[in-house]
């Protein structure tokens, strides 16, 4: 019996120490050195998933803000392009051109000669109800597609052909406007 008290009264002590000792841990413990401990408890079939959603904070890089504004480009419609550009007087102008396509179809659109822009020495345009459908021109020296597509308000997709002839560009926006879909242009109708 008397074995059996020292057991009981050691227990107790060790366990005094054992408490103490969790106590001055916990209250020792810097908040930068405190562990946080993690039960993984396995769910159960009633149990039900806790989603815990967190705000994503966004933060926008202004490289990008600058960039999806380049992006978001307009073309120049004909009432811009004739008050920024000089019409080429030795050129006859269509301000309602017809146009035939292969497919034997018309259309009325606008094709206008100018004279000197930013990046071009020479421009003819197509405008189909005021809308910018296609442009040729004859590019000034050392002129990049970036800047030229800038100065019409046109993304990076449209499709531009460059030409090995005196610098010559065709950019089309609608490809029913491209050279091989065209029949008669409205200057070959007279």
Wanted: charged fraction near 30%; charge should be negative; include cysteine.
């Amino acid at each position: 019996m008397k074995h059996l008290n020292l057991y009981f009264f050691g227990c107790i002590i060790a366990g005094i120490f054992v408490i103490s000792g969790c106590q001055s841990q916990q209250f020792n413990t810097p908040a930068s050195e405190e562990q946080t401990v993690t039960i993984d408890a396995q769910p159960t079939e009633d149990d039900e998933p806790v989603i815990e959603e967190k705000p994503q904070i966004v933060l926008e890089d202004e490289s990008q803000t600058e960039e999806a504004a380049v992006n978001e480009t307009t073309p120049i419609d004909e009432a811009t392009a004739n008050e920024r550009y000089k019409l080429d007087s030795d050129m006859d102008q269509y301000p309602q051109g017809k146009f035939e396509f292969k497919d034997g179809t018309t259309v009325t659109a606008a094709y206008m000669n100018y004279l000197e822009g930013e990046t071009f020495y020479y421009a003819s345009a197509v405008f189909e109800k005021g809308k910018l459908v296609k442009v040729q021109l004859e590019l000034k020296e050392n002129v990049s597609k970036d800047d030229v597509l800038a100065e019409w308000g046109l993304p990076a997709e449209v499709r531009y052909d460059e030409s090995s002839f005196n610098n010559v560009v065709d950019i089309i926006v609608n490809e029913r406007f491209a050279d091989e879909n065209i029949q008669r242009l409205p200057s070959e109708w007279e």
